[in-house]
């Protein structure tokens, strides 16, 4: 009975399996975990905590002796975990725990800040520094020697390389045609001299079969020719219409008339009218001009003329001694004056007016000659002084 019953708990005890998930996770394993549910890098870590990516990195691997002073690894861990949520105390411990870190105290020399040797820190549990990985999440690899060339720019670079070779050639050989040195033909051959007699007038004799002089050219003949002006080549300019415009259509043509003999004409006008026989020429009757208009200014006012159809003939402000003419129209024009008592009319060279009191206005006045006539008495020189002084103006310019 004892034998089945130790038989029997012994089997009870290894059918006791376990889960899929009864496994135990490391600190590293959870605290990532975390982070890579929060969607942060170990470098937005860095940024919102203040604390290098490498420390972080560090905690998740439990590897101490990443940290140059081993006195803020507790405040380092308890940060990050509560950070990503977790219970500062529990991940400390468990820190300690799995990289057998002990917080020391006091001035023991665990407590200073001796920054372990390269070897030591190589040594980290992984085989390998983070720092010198080239996989390393958080660490940016280096760009290759053509990484930041677009295959697509190659094309353009090779156009503009062309463009510029091309324009580069065009500018070389232009400057090769402006330095090349072009001898154009002259009308004399050169002849050599061999022998020059200044006694001889400048003759020069060469002997041979094919014996000629040559005059020596003076100075100045040779000044001369050398900058004479060359004749130029005017070109002579032919209307394109001439012969056209040369045709008299008086002369010929269907529109030609036979040549008119002027004297003849005169000779048959003075016939008809009698001036061949001495007699009085016929008399032209002609009318007298009507008398005109004048308007007057003796102080400054303002004025209007306006015709019968509404037309605005003038308008404006007279001042002392300006004067406006009225032209003759079938019908009579009128008149409007601000101030009445500043103008006048001038007709047949008798002034009359004014048109009415002073500060008055006056409208549709006809102005012609047997209306303003019969509506208006002739002006009173001495009752108006600034009259009196514009027609004396008007007399001495006239004498003058």
């Known amino acids: 009975m004892i034998g089945k019953g130790f038989r029997r708990n012994q089997a009870v005890e290894e059918a006791q399996a376990k889960g899929f998930d009864d496994f135990e996770l490391r600190l590293g394993d959870l605290m990532r975990g975390e982070r890579a549910t ?3 890098s170990l470098l937005d870590v860095q940024r919102e905590l203040k604390i290098k990516a490498a420390y972080i990195a560090a905690i998740e691997n439990a590897d101490p002796t990443a940290f140059d002073t081993p006195g803020f690894i507790a405040g380092y861990v308890r940060s990050y975990a509560r950070y990503l949520g977790m219970d500062p105390d529990d991940a400390f411990g ?6 057998g870190f002990a917080t020391a105290h006091g ?6 800040s001796v920054k372990p040797s390269r070897e030591e820190r190589l040594d980290n549990g992984l085989g390998k520094d983070i720092f010198t990985a080239s996989a390393t999440p958080f660490v940016p690899g280096r760009e290759a020697l053509l990484s ?73 003949d040779s000044l001369d ?100 003419d009225v032209p003759p129209t079938q019908d009579p024009a009128t008149l409007r ?19 009415g009191a002073r500060g008055m206005v006056t409208s549709n006045v006809a102005l012609t000659p047997d209306a303003l006539t019969q509506r208006f008495a ?23």
């Open 148 to 220: 930041g060339v677009e295959p697509r720019a190659l094309g353009s670079i090779a156009v503009l390389i062309a463009l510029i070779s091309g324009l580069g050639y065009g500018g070389w050989m232009v400057l090769q045609q402006v330095q090349q040195v072009q001898v154009a033909p002259v009308e004399q051959s050169p002849t050599v001299v061999s022998q020059i007699d200044p006694l001889a007038g400048g003759a020069v004799t060469a002997d041979g079969p094919g014996t000629a002089v040559v005059a020596a050219a003076t100075p100045a």
């Open 225 to 324: 020719r050398l900058y004479r002006p060359q004749a130029l080549a005017v070109p002579v300019m032919v209307p394109r219409d001439g012969p056209i415009a040369a045709i008299d259509p008086a002369a010929t043509g269907t529109l030609s008339s036979p040549p008119v003999d002027q004297g003849a004409v005169n000779a048959a006008l003075a016939d008809a009218l009698g001036a061949s026989s001495g007699d009085t020429p016929a008399v032209q009757v002609t009318e007298p001009a009507a008398p005109g208009v004048q308007l007057i200014a003796v102080r400054p006012a303002w004025v209007r003329v306006k015709a019968a159809d509404g037309t605005v003939l003038y308008e404006g402000i007279m001042n002392a001694g300006d004067s406006y």
């Open 337 to 355: 004056v601000g101030d009445s008592g500043s103008v006048y009319f001038d007709i047949n060279g008798k002034h009359y007016g004014p048109v």
């Open 107 to 112: 001035m023991s020399a665990a407590a200073s």
């Open 378 to 400: 002739v002006a009173d020189i001495s009752r108006d002084s600034d009259l009196a002084k514009v027609v004396a103006v008007a007399e001495a310019q006239t004498g003058q």
């Open 38 to 40: 929060m969607g942060k």
């Open 94 to 99: 468990k820190f300690c725990m799995e990289s």
